[in-house]
């Protein structure tokens, strides 16, 4: 059964870089053709959608915060992690990594989620 | 991008009730790629429907989706206590996709 943990640091200094890796287990990154997902939700305010990546790299971004976030994956390791930079107040939020239930397609469904960790941006 | 409005904001109903959620886009979703949610506190989306109106495994009957185009529905047959939850559309059909505002179903 695949399952998506999330882990990171909590607390994030305003302007610093947020940086949170997704461990995949139960299924391989590397042997698939899904896209691996991040999502995140301010308190109290609904879903936003951040970006997904493929086993070879190959990423797309919202472009609501293209020029601050990037996503990596290491198949080796089978992770794949989410970096955004110059960090706000407003990006406190609870942070998911996700998976679509189907290969191949870049916007799409997430079936299987993270339990979520939470990170604060404050000083 | 494509803005998604739900009403209403909050369902309030009795176990044993008809539920009926409403999302609405800002422009036509392609090939009816719409999905709802179920999130509870403290845990993450689950996926309910998917197609508009494709039941994702494992889901009840008594979820049903429905609609196309811009106008899309999540019923609820006959809400069981396990229901009283929030509820959140997205559209995967343009990139990026966007999650609308969600409904909450509170007991009455």
């Known amino acids: 059964q695949l399952q998506l943990q999330e882990s990171g640091p909590g607390l994030v200094t305003p302007s610093e870089t947020l940086s949170l890796t997704c461990s995949v287990s139960?299924?391989?990154?590397?042997?698939?053709?899904?896209?691996w997902g991040w999502v995140r939700q301010s308190p109290g305010k609904g879903l936003e959608w951040l970006g997904v990546i493929n086993y070879s790299g190959v990423a797309f971004y919202n472009p609501s915060l293209s020029t601050r976030v990037t996503i990596s994956v290491d198949s080796s390791k089978n992770e794949f992690s989410l970096n955004l930079n110059s960090v706000t107040a407003a990006d406190t939020a609870v942070y998911y990594c996700a998976r679509p239930p189907w290969e191949l397609r870049p916007a799409a469904a997430f079936d299987i989620w993270g339990q979520g960790t939470l990170v604060t941006v404050s000083s | 991008e494509i803005v998604l409005t739900q009403s209403p904001g909050t369902l309030s109903l009795s176990p044993g009730e008809r539920a009926t959620l409403s999302c609405r886009a800002s422009?036509?979703?392609?090939?009816?790629?719409l999905a709802w949610y179920q999130q509870k506190p403290g845990q993450a989306p689950r996926l309910l429907i998917y197609?508009?109106?494709s039941r994702a495994t494992g889901i009840p009957d008594r979820f049903s989706g429905s609609g196309s185009g811009t106008d899309f529905t999540l019923t609820i047959s006959r809400l069981e206590p396990e229901d009283f939850a929030v509820y959140c559309c997205q559209q995967y059909g343009s990139s990026p996709p966007t999650f609308g505002g969600g409904t909450k179903v509170e007991i009455k």
């Open positions: 422009q036509s979703v392609s090939n009816r790629y």
């Open positions: 197609g508009a109106s």
């Open positions: 139960g299924g391989s990154i590397g042997n698939s053709f899904f896209y």
